[in-house]
């Protein structure tokens, strides 16, 4: 009996160890750390579509836009003209200030989760095309 709760000290006591080390490891490979923004004045609002044959215009947000498609796909421009596809169980973020114009054909429903200042509009339309 003592035998057995020896060994399953031993093995708690070399789990605590192993823990620790692997811990350690990771805080080391931290060089540095700056909190960039750190506020209480923002606001995150959802908001699901369901639409066919889509294109949201040449756009950009002041925050992060996170998409997740659940049905189709998208062709997303963003930060180039060349679009790449985001399908149903994919997930992209639109960079804060950058245009981005996200076109479907067929039916598409996805979410997106917006981070924005409050008071600031979610969206911005852009009337020129970035793309020659």
Same mark, same amino acid.
């Given at each position: 009996?003592?035998?057995?709760? #020896?060994?399953? =000290?031993? @093995?708690?006591?070399?789990?605590?160890?192993?823990?620790?080390?692997? &811990? @350690?490891?990771?805080?080391?490979?931290?060089?540095? $750390?700056?909190? $960039?923004?750190? #506020?209480?004045?923002?606001?995150?609002? =959802?908001?699901?579509?369901?639409?066919?044959?889509?294109?949201?215009?040449?756009?950009?947000?002041? *925050? +992060?836009?996170?998409? $997740?498609?659940?049905?189709?796909?998208?062709?997303?421009?963003?930060?180039?003209? &060349?679009?790449? &596809?985001?399908?149903?169980?994919?997930?992209?973020?639109?960079?804060?200030?950058?245009?981005?114009?996200?076109?479907?054909? *067929?039916?598409?429903?996805? &979410?997106?989760?917006? =981070?924005? +200042?409050?008071?600031?509009?979610?969206?911005?339309? =852009?009337?020129?095309? +970035?793309?020659?």
């Amino acid at each position: 009996m003592r035998v057995l709760r #020896s060994k399953k =000290i031993a @093995a708690l006591v070399g789990t605590v160890l192993v823990a620790a080390v692997l &811990t @350690a490891v990771g805080l080391a490979s931290i060089w540095t $750390q700056t909190v $960039q923004t750190d #506020s209480n004045n923002v606001r995150m609002r =959802i908001v699901s579509f369901v639409a066919s044959d889509y294109d949201s215009g040449w756009h950009t947000h002041p *925050g +992060p836009a996170i998409v $997740q498609v659940t049905l189709g796909s998208f062709q997303v421009y963003q930060g180039s003209c &060349t679009p790449k &596809t985001v399908a149903a169980g994919d997930t992209f973020v639109e960079v804060p200030g950058v245009p981005v114009r996200a076109v479907a054909v *067929g039916r598409i429903n996805w &979410t997106t989760t917006l =981070i924005v +200042p409050y008071g600031v509009s979610p969206l911005t339309p =852009i009337s020129t095309n +970035p793309c020659p």
